[in-house]
C-alpha cells in the first residue's frame, strides 16, 4: 500500500530554536497534505491543510508565522516550527492524500514527536 | 454532540475473544476510515469503506450507509492487537477529515 514517511521520528531541541519536520509521500503523488498535532490521549487535531504549490491553510487558532508550511512538490510537505517553546511539545503527525483517486483517500506517516526544552 | 461518535471508549479482552468497535456518525460521508494508534504513536489506516464489508487477516469492517453506523471486528484477539482504534469519516461537503474520539483497546494474554 502507499507509504508516508516522516522526518525525523524524534527531536529534543532547546526553546527558542527552529525545528523542521518532513513529510514525504513515497509512491504516489500528493496534492494535497494535512499536518496534524496530537496532545496525550486526545484524538489528531487539523493543523493545516497543504497544497502543492499553494499556500497552506491554516485552522482556526493555528499561529501561520509559527508553524511555517512549505509544499514544494507531490512528494513533499514540511512543518517548520519556529522559535519552538516548551508548550509546542507535542506529537506531530502528517497524511497525504492520493491524487489518482476521490479525495477520500488519506495515508498517514508515523509521526514526529517533537520536545521543546 | 460529535459528529462522530465510538463506543466503547474503552475495551477490555482476554486473548482469543471477538472484539467489536463501533463507529456511528451524524452526517453524509463519501468514504469513512477505521485507524489503529499503537503506544508509540504512529498511526496505520487499517480500512477505508464507502460501502459493504472489508476484511484484511483478522480484521473485518463493515458499514451500513442508510444506518450511518460501521463496525470494526477484531477475531481471535491478541495482545498485540492492543491500540487505539479511530474512527475517521469524510463528509461528502467536507475537505478533511473528521475523527472519532478513539477506542482504547487492550488485549490481556
Known amino acids: 500500500g502507499a507509504v508516508v514517511s516522516q522526518h525525523p521520528s524524534r527531536v529534543i531541541c532547546k526553546s527558542g530554536t527552529s525545528v523542521k519536520i518532513e513529510c514525504r509521500s513515497l509512491?504516489?503523488?500528493?496534492?494535497?497534505m494535512f499536518w496534524y498535532r496530537q496532545f496525550p490521549k486526545q484524538s489528531l487535531m487539523l493543523m493545516a491543510t497543504?497544497?502543492?504549490?499553494?499556500?497552506?491553510?491554516?485552522e482556526q487558532g493555528v499561529e501561520k508565522d509559527k508553524f511555517l508550511i512549505n509544499h514544494a512538490s507531490l512528494t513533499l510537505s514540511t512543518l517548520t516550527v519556529t522559535s519552538a517553546h516548551p508548550e509546542d511539545s507535542s506529537f506531530y503527525i502528517c497524511?497525504?492524500?492520493?491524487?489518482?483517486?476521490?479525495?477520500?483517500?488519506?495515508?498517514f506517516g508515523p509521526g514526529t514527536r517533537l520536545t521543546v526544552l | 454532540k460529535n459528529e462522530v461518535e465510538q463506543s466503547p471508549q474503552n475495551l477490555t479482552a482476554q486473548e482469543g475473544e471477538f472484539i467489536t468497535i463501533n463507529c456511528s456518525y451524524s452526517?453524509?460521508?463519501?468514504?469513512l476510515h477505521w485507524l489503529q494508534q499503537h503506544p508509540g504513536g504512529g498511526i496505520v489506516s487499517l480500512f477505508m469503506?464507502?460501502?459493504g464489508k472489508k476484511k484484511h487477516g483478522r480484521l473485518i469492517a463493515t458499514i451500513n450507509i442508510q444506518e450511518k453506523h460501521s463496525s470494526l471486528h477484531i477475531t481471535a484477539s491478541h495482545p498485540r492487537d492492543s491500540a487505539v482504534y479511530i474512527c475517521?469519516?469524510?463528509?461528502?461537503?467536507?475537505?478533511?477529515?473528521?475523527f472519532g474520539e478513539g477506542t482504547q483497546l487492550t488485549v490481556n494474554p
Open positions: 475517521a469519516v469524510w463528509k461528502t461537503s467536507g475537505s478533511r477529515l473528521t
Open positions: 452526517v453524509g460521508i463519501s468514504a
Open positions: 497543504s497544497n502543492e504549490g499553494s499556500k497552506a491553510t491554516y
Open positions: 509512491d504516489f503523488q500528493a496534492t494535497t
Open positions: 497524511s497525504a492524500r492520493d491524487a489518482t483517486y476521490r479525495g477520500d483517500t488519506q495515508y
Open positions: 469503506l464507502s460501502s
